[in-house]
C-alpha cells in the first residue's frame, strides 16, 4: 500500500468551476502538508503549505488537513483555463519540511 | 523569480555516456539539496540528499555508483548519470529547502538516452 494515495484523473471540469482534490495517507506521523502544481515537463511550482489540521486559504486556493482521517484537499474556486495541470499532494514528518512523499499526482483541465 | 536554477532542460545522450546536471540555489545558502526522478505520468520519487561537504544520501534501490552526487558549495549540487542507458531516460529534478521550511524546486531536466 502506497503511503499516499491520489486519483490521477484525468479531471475535466468547465471554467468557473469549483474544483476538489484529494489525498489520503497512512502515516500519521506526517505534520506538514502541501500542494504543488506542475505544468508538463517542469518543476512543481508550490501552491500551498499547512502545518498540522485546519484550514488555509490563498486566494482561490483552499487547503484542509483532516488529520484524525489522514485526508487532505484542494479547493481551487473559479477555475480558469490556466489552472490546467498536474496537482501533486505532498507531506513530510521532518521538521525541516524536506523528504517529501508525493501522492501520484491529479490531472486537470479547465475548458473555456 | 526563480529560487533554483537547473540546467540543462533537456539533453539526449547516447547509451554509455555520461550526463551531469546542475542544480544552484539562487536565493539562499543550501548544506541540503534532494535529487527526484520522474517518470511519464507518475508522481517524484526521491533518489538522494546531497549534502554539503560530505557524502550524499541514497534512497533504497538507487545506485549510489550510477548516479553520482555532488555538493561543492552551498550554492550547487550536481548529479551526474553515468554510463546512462535508455531505462535512465526519465525526468530529473532538484529541489531546495528554504529557511522557512518550505520546499523549491528546479525546473527539471528530462534526459533522453538513445
Known amino acids: 500500500q502506497k503511503e499516499v494515495e491520489q486519483d490521477p484523473g484525468p479531471l475535466s471540469v468547465p471554467e468557473g468551476a469549483i474544483v476538489s482534490l484529494n489525498c489520503t495517507y497512512s502515516?500519521?506521523?506526517?505534520?506538514?502538508f502541501m500542494w504543488y502544481r506542475q505544468y508538463s515537463r517542469k518543476g512543481p511550482e508550490l501552491l500551498m503549505y499547512?502545518?498540522?489540521?485546519g484550514n488555509k486559504e490563498d486566494g482561490r486556493f483552499t487547503a484542509q488537513v483532516d488529520k484524525s482521517s489522514k485526508y487532505i484537499s484542494l479547493f481551487i474556486r473559479d477555475s480558469q483555463p490556466s489552472d490546467s495541470a498536474t496537482y501533486l499532494c505532498?507531506?513530510?514528518?521532518?521538521?525541516?519540511?524536506?523528504?517529501?512523499?508525493f501522492g501520484e499526482g491529479t490531472q486537470l483541465t479547465v475548458n473555456p | 523569480g526563480a529560487v533554483v536554477s537547473q540546467h540543462p532542460s533537456w539533453v539526449i545522450c547516447k547509451s554509455g555516456t555520461s550526463v551531469k546536471i546542475e542544480c544552484r540555489s539562487l536565493?539562499?545558502?543550501?548544506?541540503?539539496m534532494f535529487w527526484y526522478r520522474q517518470f511519464p505520468k507518475q508522481s517524484l520519487m526521491l533518489m538522494a540528499t546531497?549534502?554539503?561537504?560530505?557524502?550524499?544520501?541514497?534512497e533504497q534501490g538507487v545506485e549510489k555508483d550510477k548516479f553520482l552526487i555532488n555538493h561543492a558549495s552551498l550554492t550547487l549540487s550536481t548529479l551526474t548519470v553515468t554510463s546512462a542507458h535508455p531505462e535512465d531516460s526519465s525526468f530529473y529534478i532538484c529541489?531546495?529547502?528554504?529557511?522557512?521550511?518550505?520546499?523549491?524546486f528546479g525546473s527539471g531536466t528530462q534526459l533522453s538516452v538513445l
Open positions: 529541489s531546495v529547502p528554504s529557511t522557512n521550511e518550505k520546499l523549491f
Open positions: 499547512t502545518y498540522s489540521s
Open positions: 546531497s549534502n554539503e561537504g560530505s557524502k550524499a544520501t541514497y
Open positions: 505532498a507531506m513530510t514528518q521532518e521538521t525541516s519540511g524536506s523528504r517529501l512523499t
Open positions: 536565493d539562499f545558502q543550501a548544506t541540503t
Open positions: 502515516n500519521s506521523a506526517f505534520q506538514y
